[in-house]
């Protein structure tokens, strides 16, 4: 048996260690929505992560053969006793980059407070100066045990940075009322939505900024690396002549037309959310690809896509909103 062999088997031997840890494993079940998708083990979670990673189109694409994922989210939903599967299409990328966050639709977050939140019934909204841009929202909660409100009040709808969904124009009520939901719950119970955010909540967190120090030189640390015999490397010059990937880049950029609308925008807030949704991920035939043709028929911009808060929604109406633009061409 060579080495290779050998690792192989102790491999195998410390999986079958971990499963048999995992399946002594029990998870508590007690919340409301069944026990179908409740797991009451490791064995069974990573059973059923394993299921939902092959069930192709009933789950979201990234969720699609990973197994890691899918049990993240069989997780996540298990205190709120949701099914997996539908959640799956409530969650999407905050961006197109690969290592990109899990971002949550506004409706499946405030959803979770309903199932969750320590009150009696569920959340109450007051609204205040409507009709101005100093509108505000005060989410009101009865607490179970005492019987006191628990409240917050949103800032005027002026001051909120991050405001990229159309609904902020369109139904402001509404998206000012997800916002506070969600400000309430982290300020009076923030272990409710530990590791979920909304992507409005994902451009508002600062940027990691690099702080690392640049390698010091001269002096002691030089005379230090020559006594570990370590050498300093140069920096490498750059090399400005230009791949043939930049150069193929470079062409490619003449040939687009200026004046052509290509997705999203660039705006205060950065790209329009629009730009990170594939619209041919569209339902052709839906109410929201009818609606999306016609937008295009009466000019407007694909900016003016109403549903940012129902992703499922947005790729339909985006799906006929491009179609249609492709048919004109």
């Avoid at 509108?135 to 949103?154: F, R």
Wanted: glycine fraction near 10%; charge should be negative; proline fraction near 6%.
């Amino acid at each position: 048996m060579n080495d290779t062999t050998k690792k192989q088997t102790a491999d195998l031997m410390l999986r079958e260690k971990r499963r048999q840890e995992l399946g002594e494993t029990t998870f508590n079940t007690g919340a409301q929505g069944g026990a179908l998708m409740q797991p009451r083990n490791g064995k069974e979670l990573m059973d059923m992560a394993n299921m939902m990673a092959g069930c192709g189109t009933m789950v979201r694409d990234f969720y699609r053969n990973s197994p890691g994922d899918c049990a993240a989210l069989i997780m996540i939903c298990q205190p709120y006793g949701f099914n997996p599967y539908q959640v799956s299409w409530k969650t999407y990328k905050a961006s197109k980059n690969a290592d990109a966050p899990v971002s949550f639709e506004g409706q499946l977050v405030n959803a979770m407070l309903n199932m969750s939140a320590p009150v009696k019934g569920r959340l109450k909204y007051r609204y205040e100066n409507e009709g101005t841009d100093n509108l505000t929202c005060t989410v009101i909660g009865i607490d179970k045990e005492t019987g006191e409100e628990i409240t917050y009040t949103s800032p005027p709808i002026k001051q909120i940075p991050v405001k990229n969904s159309p609904l902020w124009k369109g139904d402001p009520q509404q998206q000012l009322g997800y916002y506070s939901a969600r400000a309430w719950a982290r300020r009076h119970f923030p272990e409710l939505l530990l590791g979920v955010y909304t992507r409005e909540e994902i451009e508002e967190a600062p940027s990691v900024r690099d702080i690392t120090p640049p390698q010091a030189t001269g002096g002691w640390a030089q005379q230090a690396r020559e006594a570990r015999g370590e050498v300093m490397q140069e920096p490498e010059a750059e090399d400005t002549a230009g791949t043939y990937d930049d150069i193929e880049d470079a062409q490619m950029a003449d040939d687009v037309d200026p004046d052509e609308e290509v997705g999203g925008f660039e705006d205060e807030g950065g790209t329009h959310w629009t730009a990170d949704v594939d619209p041919d991920e569209g339902n052709p035939g839906s109410q929201a690809w009818d609606a999306g043709i016609e937008a295009f028929k009466q000019g407007a911009p694909i900016t003016d896509c109403p549903h940012e808060d129902n992703m499922e929604d947005a790729q339909d109406w985006l799906g006929g909103y491009v179609g249609a633009r492709r048919a004109a061409e």
